[in-house]
């Protein structure tokens, strides 16, 4: 009788994710948006990345154009949004340092949605899911799920139900889903909707007549591996309850790009995570320019230790660059924007960086005058030794002048006010 | 439980250049004289602000709280995560605009009130069936 106790005990996994996220970031402060169609539209106002439940409710797809959507706009009372990159940077900024003082074990995994250690009974961990959805609603205003289980796959799976029925009440957790109710619903769930499967991968499983959720996981696990990889392998034994995807360090998505890193020696020091902090801003350079992409929007982000007995923290800072930019000297000074919530003497084991707000580097013009990374090397030590003598303002970097005017190339005629990051953005409340 | 600090959000070019350029961030070379004071300065948030998660400052239009020290063009600070209580000064959610108005909540009823004579109060039977945004915790007056 040993051997229930012993499981029960260990470690599980929370899947937290925002549902609709841009959409309840934009109604988060503008009730008039509540119960009413709402899209939010990518870059240039070209198609629809977030759709509100009644928008989906009309059938509009993700990625549908605006133009095709906006003759019918009135008929249908749709309402659109530009990607206001900078409310949505610090929601999740808000989201993320909520969440992290209810697991010490916090890994974000896109600006939407992290995965969290969590350990107890398993009504303890319903409790504590409810709890995670309902402080995220009522302290930053945005709606979750909650996903708890065994793996990581499971946990997004259990996150899916929870979206999808509203008999979970936002919180699914896996242990506490029937045996037989867990294989119907797997069973009428498509294969493509697991975590890791993306069309074409879905389309050779169909082939070999895997076309559920049920039918992979009935699957040979080495037969699997062998036909396919081992990547799907372990996609199989995630679903039979084999914990085996690690934590994530690096991701690219299609709007944002994730740089994280866990430190072998914990790192104790403001001066420390400076030094860190520049070399992931160099790195993240680098991925974003090999992408061919430049970002308007950074999240800087630490953690401490989570398997010391320590005080925890979870600073997390947002910082809107002047211009989309993929200038490692830009990227790190505003990395940097996180140094003075870092206190010394705390142990911190991770730090990372998100990009948002990504662009094709060729929206563009050629204005920057120093194009050679080494060239910059040598610049900013000047200009911090210019400026620290004449006075902030002084000098900058050519382009970082440019504060406006380079946006312009940028279509985003309905966006919302920037109503957290902008002094004189602020929402507006009626006393009338 | 332990301390949580950020996010704070910078303000865009302008704060990337204080980044640029703060004595706090120079390593190298000679330490600037002005740094001992950048530590000592007053943090408005620290004081103003109890939970950054929760906190947001929103702005006033309009002058139905005069009463209660607040004015057209003022800016408040709400904590979303408070319990809003017997006379507090809550943003509620009234025909899909936010509001600000003082809470009463009486035996008899629930109501939204106006600290200015000439606007009437809002009377509901129960406090579930407002939607309070939050609580404000200080009024940032101009005087």
């Known amino acids: 009788m040993a051997r229930p106790a012993i499981m029960r005990q260990m470690p599980q996994i929370a899947h937290v994710d925002v549902n609709c996220f841009y959409a309840s970031a934009e109604r988060a402060f503008d009730p008039s948006l509540e119960g009413r169609p709402l899209v939010v539209l990518s870059n240039n106002d070209g198609c629809a990345v977030t759709r509100s439940p009644e928008a989906k409710a009309l059938g509009i797809a993700t990625g549908e154009p605006w133009f095709k959507l906006a003759p019918r706009a009135k008929e249908w009372g749709l309402v659109a949004r530009s990607s206001n990159y900078e409310l949505y940077g610090d929601i999740s900024a808000r989201v993320m340092e909520l969440l992290g003082r209810y697991s010490a074990w916090l890994e974000v995994y896109s600006i939407d949605e992290a995965f969290l250690g969590v350990k107890g009974e398993p009504d303890q961990l319903l409790a504590l899911g409810h709890r995670m959805k309902d402080a995220v609603r009522r302290s930053v205003g945005v709606p979750v799920c909650v996903g708890i289980a065994p793996t990581k796959t499971l946990a997004k799976l259990c996150n899916k139900w929870a979206k999808n029925n509203a008999a979970f009440g936002g919180v699914c957790l896996w242990d506490c889903v029937p045996p037989e109710a867990r294989d119907g619903l797997m069973a009428r769930l498509p294969v493509a909707e697991i975590w890791g499967i993306a069309g074409r991968l879905s389309n050779r499983l169909n082939g070999i007549g895997i076309f559920t959720v049920l039918d992979l996981v009935r699957a040979d696990p080495v037969a699997i591996r062998d036909k396919f990889s081992v990547v799907l392998m372990r996609t199989v034994l995630e679903l039979r309850g ?191 | 439980m332990g301390v949580i600090i950020g996010p704070r959000v910078i303000d865009a070019g302008a704060s990337l250049f204080s980044v640029l350029i703060s004595p706090v961030a120079v390593a190298a070379g000679f330490p600037s004289p002005a740094q001992d004071y950048f530590d000592g300065r007053i943090d408005l948030n620290a004081h103003l602000i109890k939970d ?92």
């Open chain 1, 242 to 432: 084999t914990a085996c995807i690690p934590m994530e360090e690096e991701r690219i998505g299609r709007d944002q790009l994730i740089f994280s890193r866990s430190f072998a020696t914990p790192v104790t020091t403001a001066a420390g995570l400076r030094e860190v902090l520049s070399i992931y801003g160099q790195q993240a350079s680098a991925r974003l320019s090999k992408h061919g992409l430049q970002a308007k929007v950074l999240t800087a982000y630490a953690a401490t230790s989570p398997f010391r007995n320590h005080e925890q923290a979870y600073p997390s800072v947002c910082v809107s660059l002047p211009m989309p930019t993929a200038d490692p000297l830009l990227l790190t000074k505003a990395a940097h924007a996180l140094l003075p919530s870092i206190r010394d003497g705390l142990k911190y084991a991770k730090a990372g960086l998100m990009l948002t707000d990504l662009r094709p580097t060729g929206n563009q013009p050629p204005l920057e005058p120093f194009e050679n990374p080494h060239e910059e090397r040598r610049i900013g030590p000047l200009l911090e030794d210019v400026s620290r003598r004449f006075g902030r303002g002084s000098i900058g970097l050519g382009h970082a002048g440019i504060r406006c005017g380079l946006d312009w190339t940028m279509k985003r005629d309905m966006c919302s006010p920037r109503y957290t990051t902008r002094w004189d953005e602020l929402p507006l409340v009626k006393a009338a």
């Open chain 2, 52 to 143: 950054i998660t929760s906190t947001y400052v929103v702005r006033v239009t309009g002058s139905s709280m005069e009463g209660a020290g607040i004015s057209d063009g003022d800016e408040l600070i709400v904590n979303r995560a408070l319990e809003p209580k017997d006379g507090s000064v809550v943003v509620a959610v009234l025909d899909g605009e936010l509001t600000v108005k003082r809470l009463r909540i009486t035996p008899t009823g629930v109501i939204l009130q106006a600290e200015n004579p000439k606007y009437p109060d809002i009377r509901v039977a129960a406090l579930s069936e407002l939607t309070i945004w939050g609580v404000a915790t200080r009024c940032l007056h101009h005087v």
